[in-house]
T-cell receptor, first 115, second 109 residues
Framework: EPEVTQTPSHQVTQMGQEVILRCVPISNHLYFYWYRQILGQKVEFLVSFYNNEISEKSEIFDDQFSVERPDGSNFTLKIRSTKLEDSAMYFC?????????????FGAGTRLSVL | GIQVEQSPPDLILQEGANSTLRCNFSDSVNNLQWFHQNPWGQLINLFYIPSGTKQNGRLSATTVATERYSLLYISSSQTTDSGVYFCAVEGTTGNQFYFGTGTSLTVIP
């Protein structure tokens, strides 16, 4: 089965530091997503990205967050100044074509721990 | 956004037992997927099932879109089935998944 790759698997950072979470979506996919899951809670949508721009974002995705597709393969989530409450599992997902109503494939996640 | 409710919230089974997990959603959907979150936190896609019935080994799923619910059946459960099962739906407008709160399954030997 096709695979979305996320690195690192676990990131530990100090409060106030910037972090970049990296994702390599499936190669022919056009839509990219970030979700997060605070420990013990449900998975929440952060942002979707298509054609090199944000297509939708949630209230969680404030000015501290940004996304980028710096080259043809990577998709990154940057948190500018981390807070304790940013500690969570972050999932990247991609899909081939939204109009085809097809599957969102999820990566294995990056666990972010803010100390 | 779409409300997604899952039941039961917790389930403990003896190995070999069968179970049914339910997902109710509040609006029409274009996409519905079932996931298993393993102890390492990974989300494993089980089914893409916006409507109809699918089977994969001991697992099967049915979505009745007109009545806004989906069911996940686990037969002959094994200890490796333990974890949290999430249902996620995507509405007819917008471009995001709404996840349920999950069913935490524990299978004991």
């Amino acid at each position: 089965e096709p695979e979305v790759t996320q690195t690192p698997s676990h990131q530990v950072t100090q409060m106030g530091q910037e972090v970049i979470l990296r994702c390599v979506p499936i190669s022919n996919h056009l839509y990219f997503y970030w979700y997060r899951q605070i420990l013990g809670q449900k998975v929440e949508f952060l942002v979707s990205f298509y054609n090199n721009e944000i297509s939708e974002k949630s209230e969680i995705f404030d000015d501290q967050f940004s996304v980028e597709r710096p080259d043809g393969s990577n998709f990154t989530l940057k948190i500018r100044s981390t807070k304790l409450e940013d500690s969570a599992m972050y999932f990247c997902a991609s899909r081939e074509d939204r109009l085809a109503k097809n599957i969102q494939y999820f990566g294995a996640g990056t666990r972010l721990s803010v100390l | 956004g779409i409300q997604v409710e899952q039941s039961p919230p917790d389930l403990i089974l003896q190995e070999g037992a069968n179970s049914t997990l339910r997902c109710n959603f509040s609006d029409s959907v274009n996409n519905l997927q079932w996931f298993h979150q393993n102890p390492w936190g990974q989300l494993i896609n089980l089914f893409y099932i916006p409507s109809g019935t699918k089977q994969n080994g001991r697992l099967s799923a049915t979505t009745v879109a007109t009545e806004r619910y989906s069911l996940l059946y686990i037969s002959s459960s094994q200890t490796t089935d333990s974890g949290v099962y999430f249902c996620a739906v995507e509405g007819t407008t917008g471009n995001q998944f709404y996840f349920g709160t999950g069913t935490s399954l524990t299978v004991i030997p």
